[in-house]
């Protein structure tokens, strides 16, 4: 039982969901709780005008609850736009479970998160995100439908985070070709800022390509068995984001172009996997455009992993997930093209067309 209860005044102070600055106009926030898996989850939605919202599911040791509502709100938000302007006819969703994944994930855990997703009617469609792997949707699958991602060899698109890291690179490419002439990224510096799945993915790629890849992690252990098995440079600095580099590729969590950082960061092209990297959108987004910083917006280049699981919802095979995944690289040339010609920084040209399709398809469903 809870022995003290937050008074009415004192709630209306918190703005729990409501007042956060990361609310925007969420249509619905589920709070998950069930004691005897030990299961905390938010399901956050943000927009479902454009189709059910689909998106991950992650776990992470938020350092207290307002940081994981805070983290799913944005995160949804980043789906809706996401899908939008990829036009895939979804909406955006995210859900966050709150918990060290190494240790306290569970089949339990799982399959109660899956009754909570499958509470929701198809609303929301979860998959795999930061601390998930396909085997726990395949876990989900067993109590409810409403999740992509699953194994091959259920039937599913599998592990979307090497179609991701592909989605990244075609980004990277077309930011480079914008910036540089040129879209050969042999001799390129890059430095690639976590090595999870979708990073060493990338790294994978950048080294194909002939680029001189860095790689930054707080796993040291990973940092040397990536490093062995591509030839990837360990990065020793104190500070990566003041590097003198090409290309600064953001993979891990995001909000890393902050007011910290932001004034220090000497790469010419900013081009990574990770969420949300921009903590204030307007004001870091015109810094970095008054910079001559190239920056591909995160949500574009890093859909191709929703696209890899929309592919279960459609029924596409491999050959069109690769195609719409290429065509990452074009949209991206678009939207840089469109930000300097409208003197807008390119998260907002990319934003604009997300709303432009919302909106379009908002006064088709009143008519």
């Not at 927009?47 to 949804?76: F, I, K």
Request: hydrophobic residues 40%.
């Amino acid at each position: 039982m809870v022995s003290e209860l937050i008074n009415t005044n004192q709630l209306s102070k918190a703005d729990p969901v409501f007042g956060q600055l990361s609310f925007d106009n969420h249509e619905q926030v589920v709070f998950c709780n069930d004691k005897d898996t030990g299961l905390k989850a938010i399901i956050g939605i943000h927009n479902t005008v454009l189709g059910p919202a689909l998106g991950g599911t992650r776990m992470w040791q938020y350092a207290n609850e307002w940081e994981a509502v805070n983290d799913v709100l944005r995160l949804s938000r980043g789906m809706t736009f996401k899908s939008a302007i990829t036009g895939l006819n979804l909406g955006g969703g995210k859900a966050v479970i709150i918990g060290d994944a190494k240790t306290q994930k569970t089949p339990e855990l799982m399959k109660r998160f899956g009754e909570f997703v499958h509470s929701l009617s198809g609303k929301y469609i979860t998959a795999e995100d930061v601390g998930m792997e396909t085997a726990d949707m395949d876990t989900v699958r067993e109590v409810t439908p409403y999740v992509t991602g699953i194994s091959e060899d259920k039937g599913g698109a599998g592990n979307p985070s090497p179609i991701t890291a592909y989605g990244v690179f075609m980004g990277m490419k077309a930011a480079a070709k914008y910036k540089f002439g040129t879209d050969v990224l042999e001799d390129r510096t890059v430095i690639v800022q976590g090595i999870g799945h979708v990073g060493e993915s990338l790294v994978e790629h950048l080294t194909n390509d002939g680029a001189k890849v860095i790689i930054d992690d707080i796993n040291q252990e990973r940092l040397e068995a990536i490093s062995k098995k591509y030839g990837a440079s360990i990065y020793k600095g104190n500070n990566v984001y003041a590097e003198a580099v090409d290309i600064y590729a953001p993979c891990a969590l995001g909000a890393t172009i902050n007011d910290t950082t932001i004034n220090t960061i000497q790469a010419k092209v900013i081009a990574g996997a990770a969420n949300n990297q921009l903590a204030d959108e307007l004001t870091h987004g015109r810094i970095l455009q008054q910079k001559g910083i190239v920056y591909a917006p995160d949500f574009l280049i890093n859909a191709g992993g929703i696209i890899n699981v929309y592919a279960e919802l459609e029924n596409y095979g491999k050959q069109e997930i690769m195609r719409k995944t290429e065509n990452i690289y074009n949209t991206t040339l678009e939207i840089l093209s469109n930000a300097e010609t409208n003197d807008i920084t390119t998260h907002q040209a990319a934003l604009n067309i997300a709303l432009a399709r919302i909106e379009a398809r908002k006064k088709e469903n009143q008519q």
